[in-house]
């Protein structure tokens, strides 16, 4: 009884839900009716019927119409009243007030039917003649016949774009979102009249007109137009304050952006991080081999080789190279072989005493150490004296055959002397930037999971059963009452790693199950969860017995998006390079995990906003990145100060890739000619009217003829000063309004109406540029870090034995480390050398400090020490200055004692066994004490 009842319920509610369904489609195909634009491809012609010229006509009939008869039935009064006999018009008269009234009496009309009709007839012919000839006068000529280009009306805007608030309402939760769907690209901005319940109870509402389909942007902008006050602010805005929240790179030349807005963002939710290469002690920690690093650890090798190309790719790949192409090519190969090198030695337990990989030594630190180091050392063997073997060289030689690292390295082992001292010239000139010690420390850790960005929510582990490996499995997702949320498939690696992005709310208590069939059985694993969002860690424990043999098992979990700001000097272009790889690994990263997913898409949107785009240095793939990025929920919103600066970075080939692959490019200023007159092109011509006037001799127009000619929509002369806040929008692939209808995609003209505010007259509550930058910027974790304590002892890499002849009697071969010899002879050279250094630098010190207390010392002390320079120790020397600076204090007309210089010199260790020349030293000394304070 109780389940019919139930049943009975809920088919109930699924009765009204549909119900309700029924009713909102037919009120939203109501209103789809009501927003169907115009066809604007009627154009009006003489054959097509006009509506305006039949009405035309028949009102002109009908007017002569009614005259007509009004005029007949007056002219028949005026008969009836001449028809008698005593009639005389000059003492009866005419009553003409009579006879137009009988005339207005249509129903009395003496005519027939017939003649009424033949009347009504002529009248409307009659009117037909005159609205042709009115309408020849009137008719306007231009039709689009030669164009009909236009701006979008703020109608259209209504109809294609959502409107949201142009700025979150004051003291509304920060957190809760202004708007529905996601936020995206301002298209224009308009203001509405509102009430409200103060005095004078209307006021202003400020709305925005955004784009939030997955489209990519192109700014253009000269200096100081305008960019990040009209649009790039509150992009950054209307991003971050809609429900559906998507992560920010953003490229922050100034580091305006972040001040601005950093302390908005975490308050809107967001987690925010700043790449500070103007000061690395600041802000995050990237090392650009973590990715290489995670993929070897995974087991898959083909992707390490692919980032390690991509990176080294960007530091040797140079356009302009020319005939020396073959060196950068070189200097790419022989980092390629280091990289390897290092990872494979750091990630062998067998290399180092606790028996553990250490892959924290994996750092372009050590990479430039190492062609430092073993780069720049030669040795020979004596049985052939007469060759040179280069230390770092010979150490890839004797790689393992099929070691990576040594098929990387090989084209760098066969050049010459000379080539490879230019190779590796070239290799130490690029990674000079990672051995500046504030550099060295922020590529030394890394602070960000780069999936994280556009990927929260992951988890990983490996598989231990072979039989698994290549396989399909299951992971189940459940909540806390065990009901299945959701159950995601996936292949597992050749090397039994899995790695898994899920779309799923979780919470603590809830549970995932990794299910998988092994022969003709289904086993399965099942963890619970404890998730903390404030370290998006999260605590797994094992429920029940284990089926499946599994190990390291890891999940990221978080809601929150991401903010990332790249602050580039632009005083100091040295440090360009690392942005520019972290942007190439940011998109690699993202489209690998988009592989992985159902759809090919992020799952969360990721907005990369560049600034200044066309001076960072060039992107990798750029063109190629513009064609796919968008499919991939990866948008992008491009900065320039003109289409010359975007083809002088990129050619002019890519460059026009990258351009027309920008769905809305946005002028608000430049001062290219070649720009401007491109926007002007592309709004495209109007069709216009001329006319041209012939006149007689005295001046009268004779003559009339008019014609039609085509001009620009908008010129280029008028681009060339757009006021603060105009700015024009070109948007070709804008073909379907929210309605669901075709619509043609006319450009945008911010002006009047539509004109865009500047950040500063209404954000400043959320976005204030001024903030103090010492305020949000903190030193971070990675500035004290020990690069000593990271440093990796090479001589342990210097293993291999060679065969040496010795040439004496019994001609004995044995086999020696001459690599290992040279190597600590270098060591110890250096060592020497730094010795020397150091005694040149004391001394200096020593100089320094006799200068300046010069003029508190005796002269005769300074002599002294000048004429006796090596026969006493720095230290006696030192300790005698000491001394003699108490000399001030002694009172004046009292004499000094030397007693305490004498005890000076005869402690020297120098003179321990030199009583001889101590006795000397020690009378000369006081003999110039005695004569100096007697004369004085």
Same mark, same amino acid.
């Given at each position: 009884?109780?389940?019919k009842?139930?049943?009975s319920?809920?088919?109930?509610?699924n009765?009204r839900?549909?119900?309700?369904n029924l009713v909102?489609?037919?009120?939203?195909?109501v209103e789809?009716? !009501?927003?169907?634009?115009?066809n604007?491809?009627?154009?009006?012609?003489?054959?097509?019927f006009?509506?305006?010229?039949?009405?035309t006509?028949l009102?002109?009939?009908? =007017?002569i119409?009614?005259?007509?008869?009004?005029l007949?039935g007056a =002219?028949?009064?005026?008969m009836?009243?001449?028809?008698?006999?005593?009639?005389n018009?000059?003492?009866n008269g005419l009553?003409?007030?009579?006879a137009?009234?009988?005339?207005?009496?249509f129903?009395?009309?003496?005519?027939k039917?017939?003649e009424i009709?033949e009347?009504?007839?002529?009248?409307?012919?009659i009117?037909g003649?005159?609205?042709?000839?009115?309408?020849?006068? $009137?008719?306007?000529?231009?039709?689009?016949?030669?164009?009909?280009?236009?701006?979008?009306?703020?109608?259209e805007?209504?109809?294609t774009?959502?409107k949201?608030?142009d700025?979150?309402?004051?003291g509304l939760?920060?957190?809760?979102p202004?708007?529905?769907?996601?936020?995206g690209?301002p298209i224009?901005?308009i203001?509405?009249?509102?009430?409200t319940k103060? =005095?004078?109870?209307i006021?202003?509402h400020?709305?925005?007109f955004?784009d939030t389909?997955t489209?990519?942007n192109?700014?253009v902008?000269?200096?100081r137009s305008?960019k990040?006050?009209?649009?790039i !602010?509150?992009?950054?805005?209307?991003?971050?304050?809609?429900?559906?929240?998507s992560s920010?790179?953003?490229n922050?030349?100034?580091g305006?952006?972040?001040?601005?807005s950093v302390?908005?963002?975490r308050k809107?939710?967001?987690?925010v991080?700043?790449?500070?290469?103007?000061?690395?002690?600041?802000?995050?920690?990237?090392?650009?081999l973590q990715l290489?690093?995670?993929?070897?650890?995974?087991?898959d090798?083909e992707?390490a080789?692919?980032?390690?190309n991509?990176?080294?790719?960007?530091?040797y790949f140079?356009?302009?190279?020319?005939?020396n192409?073959w060196?950068?090519?070189?200097?790419?190969?022989?980092?390629n072989?280091m990289?390897?090198a290092?990872i494979e030695?750091?990630?062998?337990p067998?290399n180092?005493?606790?028996k553990k990989?250490?892959?924290?030594?994996?750092?372009?630190?050590?990479?430039?150490?190492?062609v430092?180091?073993?780069?720049?050392i030669?040795?020979?063997?004596? $049985?052939? *004296?007469?060759?040179?073997?280069?230390?770092l060289s010979?150490?890839f030689?004797?790689l393992e055959?099929?070691?990576?690292?040594?098929k990387?390295?090989? $084209?760098?082992?066969?050049?010459?002397?000379?080539?490879?001292?230019s190779?590796?010239?070239t290799v130490v000139?690029?990674?000079d930037?990672?051995?500046?010690?504030?550099?060295?420390?922020?590529?030394?850790?890394?602070?960000?999971?780069?999936?994280?960005?556009?990927?929260?929510?992951?988890?990983?582990?490996?598989?231990?059963?072979?039989? !698994?490996?290549g396989e399909?499995?299951?992971i189940n997702?459940r909540?806390?009452?065990?009901?299945?949320?959701k159950t995601?498939?996936?292949?597992?690696?050749?090397?039994?790693?899995?790695e898994?992005?899920?779309?799923?709310?979780?919470k603590?208590g809830?549970?995932?199950e990794i299910?998988a069939i092994?022969?003709?059985?289904?086993?399965?694993?099942?963890?619970?969860?404890?998730?903390?969002p404030?370290?998006?860690?999260?605590?797994? &424990?094992?429920?029940?017995k284990?089926?499946?043999?599994?190990e390291? =098992?890891?999940?990221?979990?978080?809601?929150?998006?991401?903010a990332?700001f790249m602050k580039i000097?632009d005083?100091?272009?040295?440090?360009n390079?690392?942005?520019?790889?972290f942007?190439?690994?940011l998109?690699?990263?993202?489209s690998?995990?988009?592989?992985?997913v159902?759809?090919g898409?992020?799952?969360r949107r990721?907005?990369?906003?560049?600034?200044?785009?066309?001076?960072?240095?060039?992107?990798?793939?750029m063109?190629?990145?513009?064609?796919?990025?968008?499919?991939?929920?990866?948008?992008?919103?491009?900065?320039?100060?003109?289409?010359?600066?975007?083809?002088?970075?990129?050619?002019?080939e890519?460059?026009?890739?990258?351009?027309?692959?920008?769905?809305n490019?946005?002028?608000?200023?430049?001062?290219?000619?070649?720009?401007?007159k491109?926007?002007?092109?592309?709004?495209?011509?109007?069709?216009?009217?001329?006319?041209?006037?012939?006149?007689d001799q005295?001046?009268?127009?004779?003559?009339?003829?008019v014609?039609?000619?085509?001009?620009?929509?908008?010129?280029?002369?008028?681009l060339?000063?757009?006021?603060?806040?105009?700015?024009?929008v070109?948007r070709?692939?804008?073909?379907?309004?929210?309605?669901?209808?075709a619509?043609?995609?006319?450009p945008?003209?911010?002006?009047?109406?539509?004109?865009?505010?500047f950040?500063?007259?209404f954000?400043?509550?959320?976005?204030?540029?001024?903030?103090?930058?010492?305020?949000?910027?903190?030193i971070?974790a990675?500035?004290?870090?020990?690069?000593?304590?990271?440093?990796?002892?090479?001589?342990k890499?210097?293993?291999?034995?060679?065969q040496?002849t010795?040439?004496?009697e019994?001609a004995v071969?044995?086999?020696e480390?001459?690599a !290992?010899?040279a190597?600590?002879?270098?060591?110890?050279?250096?060592?020497?050398?730094q010795?020397?250094?150091?005694?040149?630098k004391?001394?200096q010190?020593?100089?320094?400090?006799?200068?300046?207390?010069?003029n508190?010392?005796? *002269?005769?002390?300074t002599?002294?020490?000048?004429?006796?320079?090596?026969d006493i120790?720095?230290?006696?020397?030192?300790?005698?200055l000491?001394e003699?600076t108490?000399?001030?204090?002694?009172?004046?007309g009292q004499?000094? &004692?030397?007693?305490?210089?004498v005890?000076?010199?005869?402690?020297d260790?120098?003179?321990?066994?030199?009583?001889?020349?101590?006795?000397e030293?020690t009378q000369e000394f006081?003999? &110039?004490?005695?004569?100096?304070?007697?004369?004085?």
């Open positions: 009884m109780r389940t009842k139930r049943r319920r809920i088919n109930l509610k009765a839900n549909k119900e309700k909102k489609k037919g009120l939203y195909q789809r009716q !009501l927003h169907r634009p115009k604007e491809n009627k154009q009006s012609s003489n054959i097509n006009n509506y305006t010229k039949l009405i006509t009102v002109i009939g009908i =007017f119409f009614l005259v007509i008869m009004w007949l =002219f028949h009064n005026v009836l009243q001449t028809k008698s006999k005593n009639y018009l000059f003492t009553d003409l007030d009579k137009g009234l009988a005339g207005l009496n129903f009395k009309t003496q005519l039917p017939m009709l009347v009504f007839a002529a009248s409307v012919i009117g003649l005159l609205s042709q000839k009115f309408h020849f006068e $009137s008719q306007k000529v231009a039709h689009g016949q030669k164009g009909n280009a236009r701006f979008t009306t703020v109608r805007l209504e109809d774009y959502v949201v608030p700025h979150s309402q004051p939760d920060p957190k809760k202004s708007f529905k769907g996601f936020g690209f224009a901005h203001n509405r009249l509102g009430l103060r =005095f004078p109870f006021t202003k400020g709305y925005y955004i389909s489209v990519h192109l700014i902008g000269t200096s305008g990040g006050e009209t649009t !602010l509150e992009q950054i805005d209307l991003v971050s304050r809609a429900e559906k929240q920010l790179v953003v922050d030349p100034k305006e952006l972040y001040v601005a302390n908005t963002l809107r939710g967001y987690d991080y700043e790449l500070n290469l103007d000061d690395p002690n600041k802000g995050i920690a990237f090392n650009p290489i690093i995670r993929s070897w650890e995974q087991g090798v992707g080789m692919q980032l390690v991509s990176i080294t790719y960007s530091l140079d356009k302009q190279a020319g005939q192409k060196v950068n090519d070189g200097a790419q190969s022989a980092v072989g990289i390897i290092l030695y750091c990630m062998n067998k180092f005493r606790d990989a250490h892959p924290e030594y994996i750092t372009f630190v050590n990479i430039a150490d190492l430092n180091q073993l780069g720049q030669d040795y020979t063997n004596p $049985s052939d *004296p007469y060759t040179q073997h280069n230390v010979e150490y030689k004797h055959q099929g070691s990576i690292a040594k990387e390295f090989g $084209s760098t082992n066969f050049s010459g002397d000379k080539a490879r001292g190779i590796f010239s000139q690029k990674l930037i990672f051995t500046l010690p504030k550099n060295s420390r922020m590529t030394s850790m890394n602070t960000l999971e780069m999936k994280s960005i556009g990927f929260p929510k992951y988890l990983e582990f490996q598989l231990l059963d072979q039989r !698994l490996y399909l499995i299951k997702f909540d806390n009452h065990n009901k299945k949320l995601n498939e996936i292949r597992v690696s050749q090397k039994g790693f899995v898994n992005n899920f779309d799923v709310n979780l603590t809830s549970f995932v299910e092994v022969g003709h059985k289904r086993l399965k694993n099942t963890f619970k969860l404890k998730i903390n404030k370290v998006k860690k999260v605590e797994v &424990s094992q429920v029940g284990p089926e499946i043999k599994m390291n =098992f890891k999940m990221h979990y978080s809601d929150k998006p991401i990332v000097p005083s100091d272009a040295s440090n390079l690392l942005a520019t790889i942007v190439n690994q998109y690699t990263e993202l690998r995990q988009c592989r992985l159902q759809g898409n992020t799952i990721v907005q990369c906003i560049f600034d200044e785009f066309g001076s960072m240095i060039p992107l990798q793939n063109d190629q990145i513009m064609t796919v990025s968008a499919g991939r929920n990866i948008l992008f919103t491009l900065v320039i100060q003109s289409y010359a600066q975007l083809y002088s970075k990129y050619g002019k890519d460059g026009q890739v990258i351009k027309e692959n920008c769905q490019k946005c002028l608000i200023m430049s001062t290219d000619s070649a720009t401007n491109e926007f002007s092109e592309a709004c495209g011509n109007k069709t216009i009217e001329t006319s041209n006037i012939s006149k005295n001046g009268l127009a004779k003559n009339v003829s014609s039609v000619d085509k001009v620009p929509l908008i010129l280029p002369e008028r060339e000063h757009l006021a603060g806040g105009e700015r024009l070109l070709p692939l804008t073909r379907m309004n929210k309605w669901g209808w619509v043609v995609s006319h945008i003209f911010n002006t009047g109406k539509t004109l865009m505010p950040a500063h007259t954000l400043t509550d959320d976005f204030n540029p001024k903030t103090n930058p010492d305020l949000v910027e903190k971070d990675h500035a004290n870090i020990n690069l000593k304590a990271l440093e990796i002892d090479w001589s890499w210097l293993t291999w034995t060679e040496v010795k040439q004496d019994n071969v044995e086999e480390n001459l !290992l010899q190597y600590n002879q270098y060591r110890q050279s250096d060592a020497n050398v010795a020397a250094a150091k005694d040149a004391e001394e010190e020593m100089k320094k400090s006799l200068k300046e207390e010069e508190q010392i005796p *002269p005769f002390i002599n002294w020490l000048t004429e006796h320079d090596g120790s720095d230290g006696t020397k030192q300790a005698i000491n003699a108490k000399l001030k204090d002694v009172p004046e004499k000094p &004692s030397s007693i305490a210089f005890n000076i010199i005869y402690k260790k120098k003179l321990e066994d030199k009583n001889k020349e101590k006795n030293l006081s003999q &110039s004490f005695n004569e100096y304070y007697q004369d004085k």
